[in-house]
């Protein structure tokens, strides 16, 4: 290479050795600051797409997740209030039972009668009140308003295999005139005051009715435990299946997060290793600019 005056090559070289270890040094700094080896598509175009459809469908993910989550709280609430009511239902039974021994007199068939009466007007408040996000789970609004089930979002698609349909039996009416069943052509009761007639034999006041005998309505009772319970019986179900949906997206979203990270995460390790050396490089180069810039001097002196 030609000593010149004129055009210094050598600086030029080691000018562009120092700015592109200077770029290193700086891409090494911003993966260790950031934590990812991709933070613009100048890094990786292809890369830098398929890690931002990668944590869109995460995002989505996770709404179908929390939307499972939230129908098997829903199923839960239910769940629960209809074991208040089952409590409620095998007390009743339990004072038809005594009612129905002759041991009792008529006041004590009243006290019967009227703890009886409470406790089916408890379930009567509990079927009206239950709700969940403004949809009131037991009284039979929802089979009028939602006849085709509630759908849970659990995937991400718009496709009927993205969807779980919660059948509307599960929120059917469980008011007492509902889930009492007539016994050999005999009404468990239209009306809560009638019921507590035949559950014990006597009115409201005590008076004994003729011809009503309080353990020809224990099927009936027994009818409304085992309606209860097949409803409870149905609701597990449910949930299992969403539980089981809520699985299905978490391995999805785990395994999308395994392979973002893969594509996108900084090697921490690595990014030192990288700095160091480009902080030596720099170093050197620097101290090479200085003598290359005085190679033209050296060639003033041989005029």
Known sequence: ??????????????RF????????????????????????????????????????????FDVASDNSQIGLDMLMTTEENYALITTHLQRIRDLTEQASNGTYSEDSLLAINREITQRLEEINRISATAEYNGMFLMDGTLEAGKPDGIRIQAGINGDDASGIT?????FASAMVEDIMESKGGTSGGADIAEMAENFTGVDDTGAVQAGVNPWEFLSVIDGAITNIA???TNLGAAQNRLESAMSAVDTNITQLTNSRSTMRDADVAEESTNYI???????????????????PAIATQLI
């Not at 592109?20 to 797409?49: P, W």
């Not at 050396?277 to 005085?294: D, F, G, K, P, V």
């Open 1 to 14: 290479m030609p000593l010149s005056i004129v055009t210094n090559t050598s600086a030029m070289t080691v």
């Open 17 to 60: 050795n120092l700015n592109s270890a200077t770029d290193s040094m700086t891409q090494a700094i911003e993966r260790m600051t950031t934590g990812f080896k991709v933070n613009s598509a100048k890094d990786d175009a292809a890369g830098y797409n398929i890690i931002d459809t990668m944590t869109a469908k995460i995002g989505s």
């Open 166 to 170: 919660l059948g509307i039996s599960l």
């Open 230 to 232: 097949t409803r409870i």
């Open 277 to 295: 050396s480009a902080q030596i490089l720099q170093t050197a180069a620097a101290t090479l600019l200085a003598t290359a810039n005085q190679m």
